[in-house]
Each structure stands twice: as structure tokens, then as C-alpha cells.
């Protein structure tokens, strides 16, 4: 067994070895899996391979915020971060502080009907959720013979009254962009909110979303559940040409503002329920050693989740193209690749299965990069410091949803743990809450090739935050 483990290995290796210098430095991997080994109280290669290889394992799933698999890389943190002697300073005497978490989507059973005649949810109308800072609407439309009315092009002065569009469905044409083209986005123009008295605002842009978006907007969407009352006032939807036709009776070209159309009738939502798992932030606190300086606290953080799981894809053909033609790493863009280097990715990737014995699918994004480095590192300086007191008190954060739109941090920045604010926080710059991210790089850049393809931000590291540790 171990002969044809290094008859593989030499075969991997002769499969890159026609790929360019530059590309062949990151040819060099550490072994698939490893056997967790106790970590000391230095920060070392080995302590840091140990915490990596656990949270970037398959078992943890990806890490994605509101899945079992982020729920087993928090407990790994949390049962860390206990083990050092870190004080908990989540919800309840715990670690955790479960951010409101949701899923949105569209409500079974969506209905719509012009003048009787069905019309096709995905092809004919979408509806849109509200998108903080962006525009808002209501995400529930109940009609029954609503008066469909043409509003004009969005962008322009013809528009219709506002006084005329009370409980009626108004249809907006969409408007022109910089390239003098149509364009989808529809709220640049503005306006809109002076036909808060509409049922539902439909803007003719479907055909013109492109393809990525349209399957966004009809999965479920993740994101925090919305804070106060929910938005009132019409609700809005994209249409397609076709659709507004059927709506309006004729095309929108040359329509004038104000034209009555068919009736609408039926029922369509978006609706929020849990996620189908908790979605945690991890929080700790080491004491500072001195009576004056313990009440500052210096922040340190990364975030603990990454972006799960996909389709199924060839592991050593990503590995190739990426050797050859993405030689800055995954923080650059691909090259487009000529045809001698397009050959040496097919050379390598046919060689590469033969050396693995055939095609190795991989749909599980690890998240060794991104962030599980910067977890990994974040344990380190929390075991080191633990045995190590500074008189300063640390306070470690792990967040999660940062692939969600940075949802962790913003949650506990808004919702601090009790006693710990930005005015306890300490920088020798300012008085504010400092979050520094920490790279273990070589571990990390080694540690990758084992993910189908990481999606990858750059780490910000904050020197000056460093004298708060004295």
C-alpha cells in the first residue's frame, strides 16, 4: 500500500512537471489528510496543519452559514477556545451568539391571473424582495380584479398621476441607461415611492436580467432577518414584454401614461422561516492581568464560515487550470489561455487521472483560504496569549455569514456582549472596536490544492492594534 502511494505521488508530480517554473512552486502539497495532534502554546506550522486539517476537512462541509456543517466547525471553536480557558462571552453562558439568521423565499402556491389567463411565475413575472438600501416593497400581494394601468417609462417626466394608481397594478417601462440601452435597474431613476398607495409596481425588465440573477431571485435567499415593522405599500415584481402585453392589451411602445389595462387577479409572497441551522458567532474573552488596563479590550477576529458545497467537478482539471493559466492564485483573475498552454492543461489533467486512477469529483468547498486560515490563526494567538497574559483583556470573535454580506460581524457590532462596547475597545490609533484577521500562510496556500477551488478574500491585518497585547 505504501509503494503505490508513492508510485501515485511520483506520478502526480511527473503529470505538472511540464507546467511553467512559476506555476510548478505551488505544485507542492501536504498530505490529503492528517492526524490531529495536541497543540502547545506556541504558534507553530504544527498546531496550525492540526487546527486546519480539521476545519477544512470534508466532514465540516464547507462551514456555509445556517448548515451542519458551520454548526460543527463553530462546536470544534468553541471547544478550543473553552480548553484554553477563554471566558465565554456569547448568549446564555456560552460561546455562541446565534445571529438572526433566515431563509426567504418565495411562498408555495403563487398566483397570478390577467383577465383569467394564467400567467407563469419565472417566465412571465418574478416578484422582488426588498433589498435594504436599494429599494422596498411589500413582499405580500393579495388581488382580486386589480386594475392593471400603464405608468410610463421610468426615468422620464411622463408619468402617470399617482393619484390615478390607488389599489391598482401599475406598469412601469424600464429605463434607459448611461449606454442608451434599456436597462433592469430600474431603481436608479427613482420615483417610486410616490405611488405608495399602488397594490404592486410591475417594471417591464425581465427579458433584459441576466440569467444568473433570475436564478437568484427565484431560489431561496439567506440573509438577517429584518428588524422592525415590515415595509407596507405596494409590492413589486419584474415582467416580461410579453407579460406586459397581456397585462396592458397592446406593447408598451407609444402607450401613453395612464392607459387602462386588464385586471389582475391572485396571490403571491415571500416569506422568512428559519434557517435549518443556527448560524453562530463564537466569542471569548481572556482577562487582562492589569486592574487599570483589563477594562480595555483589543478585538480580535476571522470569520468561521465559507460557502459549502456545489456541483460536482473534476478536481485535478480545476488543479491544472489553475497551475497554468490562474499562476497569481485564486485572488487573480484566470488568463484566457492560448493554445499551448490550453494543451498543457489537457496534458496534465489527462495525466493527473491516470495517476489518481480516473476523475475525482469534488463538490465540497473546504474554506482552507478562506477563512479557515484566519480561524486557524486566530486560535493560535488566543492559545498563546492564554498562556501568556497581557494586561490588556482580548476579546476573540469568530463570526459567521461574512460569505452572506459580513452578517456575523455587523450583528455583534450592533449587538455587543454585555459590558463590551467600542468605547472599551482599544487601538493605539482610536478608541474603537479593532477586528484583525490573521493569515497562517504557508499552511493555507499549502492546504488549499485539497478544495475543488477556494473563493478568497485578502486577510487585513492591523499592526498598530498590536501594542494593545502589552
Known amino acids: 500500500m505504501n509503494n503505490l502511494v508513492r508510485s501515485t505521488g511520483a506520478l502526480a508530480a511527473l503529470a ?26 506556541a504558534i507553530t506550522a504544527a498546531d496550525a496543519m492540526t487546527r486546519l486539517y480539521i ?57 397570478l391571473t390577467s383577465d383569467g389567463q394564467a400567467l407563469a411565475l419565472g417566465t412571465d413575472y418574478i416578484p422582488l424582495p426588498t433589498v435594504s438600501g436599494v429599494f422596498s ?22 408619468l402617470v398621476d399617482p393619484a390615478q394608481t390607488a389599489g391598482k397594478v401599475v406598469v412601469f417601462d424600464a429605463p434607459v441607461g448611461r449606454d442608451g440601452q434599456k436597462t433592469w435597474r430600474f431603481w ?31 431560489n431561496p435567499q439567506e440573509g438577517m432577518r429584518a428588524e422592525g415593522p415590515a415595509p407596507t405599500g405596494p409590492s413589486g415584481m419584474l415582467i416580461s414584454n410579453a407579460a406586459a402585453q397581456r397585462l396592458l392589451g397592446a406593447p ?35 482577562r487582562g492581568t492589569d486592574p487599570v488596563l483589563r477594562g480595555q479590550f483589543v478585538a480580535i477576529g476571522a470569520h468561521n464560515d465559507h460557502v459549502g458545497e456545489g456541483p460536482a467537478i473534476d478536481h485535478d482539471s480545476v488543479r ?17 489561455g492560448n493554445a499551448e498552454q490550453l494543451t498543457q492543461v489537457r496534458t496534465a489533467t489527462d495525466a493527473l487521472h491516470r495517476a489518481h486512477g480516473g476523475v475525482r469529483r469534488d463538490s465540497i468547498f473546504n474554506g482552507a483560504d478562506d477563512d479557515g486560515s484566519g480561524t486557524t490563526g486566530v486560535l493560535e494567538i488566543a492559545e498563546y496569549l492564554a498562556a501568556h497574559r497581557p494586561r490588556r483583556s482580548i476579546l476573540f470573535v469568530w463570526h459567521t455569514g461574512e460569505e452572506k454580506g459580513l452578517l456575523g460581524s455587523q450583528w455583534f ?44 478574500t485578502v486577510a487585513t491585518i492591523c499592526p498598530p492594534c498590536v501594542g494593545g497585547f502589552e
Open 252 to 286: 408598451v411602445a407609444g402607450m401613453a401614461a395612464g392607459t387602462a389595462g386588464k385586471t389582475v387577479s391572485g396571490a403571491v409572497a415571500i416569506r422568512e422561516s428559519p434557517s435549518d441551522f443556527p448560524a453562530r458567532n463564537v466569542v471569548g474573552i481572556l
Open 188 to 218: 436608479t431613476t427613482g420615483g417610486m415611492e410616490r405611488y405608495s398607495q399602488a397594490a404592486a409596481i410591475a417594471i417591464v425588465a425581465l427579458d433584459l436580467v441576466p440569467p444568473g440573477l433570475k436564478e437568484f431571485l427565484m
Open 137 to 158: 416593497f411589500n413582499e405580500s400581494l393579495q388581488a382580486s380584479g386589480a386594475q392593471v394601468v400603464y405608468g410610463g417609462q421610468l426615468g422620464t417626466t411622463s
Open 55 to 111: 476545519l477544512a476537512d470534508d466532514s465540516m462541509m464547507g462551514r456555509e452559514a445556517g448548515t451542519a456543517g458551520n454548526v460543527k466547525g463553530t462546536d470544534y471553536i468553541a471547544r478550543e477556545a473553552r480548553r484554553m480557558g477563554l471566558e465565554p462571552a456569547g448568549e446564555n453562558g456560552t460561546f455562541f451568539q446565534t445571529i438572526p439568521f433566515v431563509k426567504k423565499a418565495i411562498a408555495p402556491g403563487a398566483s
Open 16 to 41: 505538472l512537471a511540464a507546467l511553467p517554473a512559476r506555476a510548478q512552486m505551488a505544485t507542492q502539497e501536504l498530505p490529503r489528510t492528517h492526524a490531529p495532534r495536541p497543540t502547545t502554546a
Open 413 to 456: 457590532t450592533e449587538h455587543p456582549t454585555p459590558g463590551i462596547d467600542r468605547d472599551s475597545s482599544a487601538s493605539t490609533s482610536a478608541r474603537r472596536l479593532a477586528l484583525i484577521r490573521s493569515r497562517i500562510a504557508a499552511s493555507s496556500a499549502s492546504h488549499n490544492a485539497r478544495s475543488s477551488g477556494e473563493h478568497s
Open 320 to 336: 491544472a487550470f489553475n497551475h497554468v493559466l490562474r499562476r497569481e492564485g485564486l485572488e487573480g483573475e484566470p488568463e484566457t
